[in-house]
């Protein structure tokens, strides 16, 4: 059975630094992402890590504050976020593509999906 499973969200007050963890079983998984979802609105690419580990894509809103990387030995791909903002808080999801290898970001590249993670920052 192919799962991810995130961890790591929770509250944080805003300058405050969180990471994500997203493990996936089942199989082995080629790119990986993170996307996020406020209330009320779309699902919005976060970043993205290509199966090597060699090549990462960020939203420009996170550039510079949030890294991703990925561990292929534990099956994990980790987000770390910093400074973090108010803006910031949404649900945050992990996805994962049996067949890119690049840092795709549109949801509708990749063809599995963790349950999400809440991430709330207070100002």
């Known amino acids: 059975q192919v799962q991810l499973v995130e961890s790591g969200g929770g509250p944080v007050q805003a300058g405050g630094s969180l990471r994500l963890s997203c493990t996936a079983s089942?199989?082995?998984?080629?790119?990986m992402g993170w996307f996020r979802q406020a209330p009320g609105k779309e699902r919005d690419f976060v970043a993205a890590?290509?199966?090597?580990?060699?090549?990462?894509t960020y939203a420009t809103s996170v550039k510079g504050r949030f890294t991703i990387s990925r561990d292929n030995g534990k099956n994990t791909v980790y987000l770390q976020m910093n400074s973090l903002k108010a803006e910031d808080t949404a649900v945050y999801y992990c996805?994962?593509?049996?067949?890119?290898?690049?840092?795709?970001?549109?949801?509708?590249?990749?063809?599995?999906w963790g349950q999400g993670t809440q991430v709330a920052v207070s100002s």
């Open positions: 996805a994962a593509s049996s067949t890119m290898f690049r840092t795709g970001t549109n949801k509708y590249e990749y063809d599995f």
């Open positions: 089942g199989r082995t998984f080629r790119a």
């Open positions: 890590v290509s199966w090597s580990g060699g090549s990462t």
